[in-house]
């Protein structure tokens, strides 16, 4: 919808392009539900370089379909995960972990490379107040869904912890934007940056706390 709305479509094309996006959705989770086994025959192989080429191949043919059907790639791509399950799906993982690594940092080199740090110091206050709203509210939902598996309060602090960094998603909507507000771009980084930065400490701030004692037992010497 973003991007419908910064190439100036119409209506009529915007509501094209999210019911395409939405049928895209809809078959993805079809094929995982319907077509597990002719998908796990495909892919399967014993050969390590097979099975990661077969499975970035899936991946490529679905990105070039959905960037044919004026969708973007990288969800088709994202589609192609969610299809994939089971022991194949943990395989696939493992197999495209150090390019994941890699293309991370690739990534995150060529963010940091597109911006002056001088534009960063004068959104960092507005930054830090949505980093903090952010942050709050991740600590609140990862505390409260960790209490409906009835984990306890370390543990319901430590899931919250664990969302406080994750904003790196936050660049791509502000790269889809850039066009017509480039100031977001270095809005973006500053905030993904101070959650880069603080979750990791809060997390370990979490870990570091002092145990509670259980009611009627005696406190260690």
Known sequence: MLGAALVGSSAGRTLVALATALG??????????RLRDPLNRLLDTADSEQFLLRVLGLALLVAGAAEAAHASAAVGAFLVGLALSGQLAERARLAVEPLRDLFSLVFFLAIGLTIDPRDLLPVLPAAAALAAATALTKMAVGYYAAGR???GRRG????????IPRGEFSVVIAGLAAGVAPQLVPFAAAYVV????????VAFWVDRRPRPEPSGEAAPA
């Not at 895209?24 to 539900?33: D, I, K, P």
């Not at 319901?156 to 969302?163: D, F, T, Y």
């Not at 101070?194 to 400490?201: C, S, W, Y």
């Open 24 to 33: 895209a959705v809809a078959l993805a989770l079809f094929a995982s539900h």
């Open 149 to 151: 598996d009835g984990v």
């Open 156 to 163: 319901r602090l430590r899931a919250g912890a664990v969302l």
């Open 194 to 201: 101070i959650l880069a930065a603080v979750g990791p400490v």
